[in-house]
């Protein structure tokens, strides 16, 4: 098989990816997006001879866009843009996953702040407010009170994101100082892990948050298999809470998914997993 | 090895042989480097900072 691997930062991830597809026999080509373009109109072909290419870019711009031309001109990507659009924007992925009747965070979404004060007395606070689009747990912030909810508000209203005047705010889940990331590889959801922070309400390995081994029980197994369904793609990283009463709630989902953290923990080699799982979709 | 020139320092960086494109590297002065082709041949400049839409 030829795998490209489209890259704009080569993290422990992307070199893993690169040294396993070689050591299995695999011919690689490293698709460094800074150097990458196309010329739509002019040119028929990329002239790249793949089978399938890897999308690994950290930017979430650049991973769509690439995935984006490259499908247009009819390569098969993992992931799909479509997929990368489902997952960077976090309430295209609530909408999908509450229409399929997956569990979801209690989530309110408004457009003016006074609705929005209005709806979290309601919601009850502390409430969790996020930017619709962002990764890293950059830019969550826990509001206990009114007065704190009202400056995040008018924090988000002077960034510059297209959403800073959608108020994308959720119930915070009580759950026991960890959280749940299992990844989907193919059809299957072989491998994941406890994000555990008993310092930081955030569980981000990102952001510090310590990574054990996930056990996966059969529920787990199907819910992490009906995301899939629903969000579509071939490599995820889902992320999910336990609460005491209602059970799992699918919080996110993660299009370009890291994985260093799971594979030293679990001694589970997930470069190696993809590869064989992407070899044998391609020769279908 | 290609050798090439630090821009933030102006000192020598070492470029190992199988190094990618994109490959980070941590210079002396303190700058993180990141790999490049220059017209055809290996370079380095100022790393790109973390971006806000980087991630997952």
Known sequence: MILG????????????????????????????????????????SLNLDTDVIIQRNTSHSRALLTSLIFEGYNYKVVNDSTTLIRCENKLYTLALLNKHGINVPRTF??????????????????????????????????????????????????????????????????????????????????????????KNWKT????????????????????????????????????????????????????????????????????QYLIKKISEWVRK | MVTAKCPICGNPVEIPDDALLGEIIEHECGAQLEVFNDNGRLSVRLAEQVGEDWGE
């Open chain 1, 204 to 271: 981000n390995t990102a952001l510090g948050a310590r990574a054990e081994p996930l056990k996966i029980d059969d529920e787990l197994q199907d819910l992490a298999l009906k995301v899939k369904e629903v969000i579509g793609g071939f490599f995820l990283g889902i992320d999910i809470f336990v609460d005491k009463e209602r059970g799992y709630i699918v919080n996110e989902v993660n299009g370009v998914p890291e994985y260093k953290n799971t594979v030293r923990v679990n001694n589970f080699n997930v470069s």
């Open chain 1, 5 to 44: 691997v489209s890259y704009d930062l080569l993290r422990w991830e992307e070199k893993n990816l690169i040294e396993e597809a070689k050591k299995i026999g695999h011919n690689i080509i490293p698709l460094f997006t800074k150097d990458f373009y196309s010329f739509f109109g002019v040119s028929s």
């Open chain 1, 109 to 198: 979404v408004s457009f003016s702040r006074e609705k929005t004060l209005e709806l979290a007395d309601k919601l009850g606070y502390p409430v969790v407010v996020k930017p619709i689009e962002g990764s890293w747990g950059r830019m969550i912030a826990k509001a206990n009170d009114k007065d704190i909810l009202m400056s995040l508000l008018e924090y988000q209203e002077y960034t510059t994101s297209q959403y800073r005047y959608a108020y994308f705010v959720q119930e915070f889940v009580n759950k026991p100082n960890r959280d749940i990331r299992i990844f989907v590889i193919g059809d299957e959801a072989p491998v994941g892990i406890y994000r555990i922070n008993e």
